[in-house]
């Protein structure tokens, strides 16, 4: 035989036992005599992290988006510094259209952060809110900034109305005679056919109002 072809059927045959040998194993079982601690702990289940509902029953929810350009609220003792939540100074509140007094414990700081583009290409920031409301009842939605505390009066610190924001343009405040102020306000009721509702709102610049946040 010629060695070559005596070195493939060695070959050939090494790979054959090596494969009857796999087909032959067997699982390695615990140790003869090996026990269970009953007592110890055993390892938790990972449990896939549940979704964030941004829909919930009976609640209103939506978004405040504004221009990036419009730049973000400074913190820190010279006002020189962005926040780490850019969201954290804006909130949604129900009103009662009656009486225009806040329904109390229903304010929604705004709690997710992103970022969006609008059918032009522009850059925006963008809030995520999820506001829970009474159910057959109308309520006035509205957004705005700073204390909660002061509805349905705005927060007049001028760092949310007038002054510069940083981040953004070189110009980031609004032009003289204008403020900060929201658009979308609406007007919901939530009931077994509607238990949700979907409002938004945009931060822009515009002429100081003597009625309620918009």
Known sequence: MIPTKQFRLLSVASLLLLAVMALNVKPQGPAKG?????????????????????????AVNGM???????????????????????????????????????LR???SQVWKGEDYQDHYGRPYYVCRY????PANRQVRVIASMGSDGLLPATDPNPLFLTKHWIGGARDAAPPAGSMRTF??????TLDQKNPRATVDFELIYAAPRSDNPR
């Open 183 to 188: 658009t979308g306000s609406r007007y919901v």
């Open 34 to 58: 090996y026990h269970p601690d009953p007592n110890a702990t055993r390892l938790a289940t990972p449990v896939p992290a549940a979704q964030t509902d941004l829909q919930p029953m009976w």
């Open 105 to 107: 414990g229903d304010h």
């Open 64 to 102: 405040i988006r504004w221009r990036k350009d419009y730049g973000v609220v400074p913190v820190g003792p010279r006002l020189t510094e962005s926040m780490n939540n850019r969201c954290i100074s804006f909130y949604v509140a129900a009103l009662d259209p009656r009486t225009n007094q806040p």
């Open 130 to 133: 999820a506001l829970k409301l």
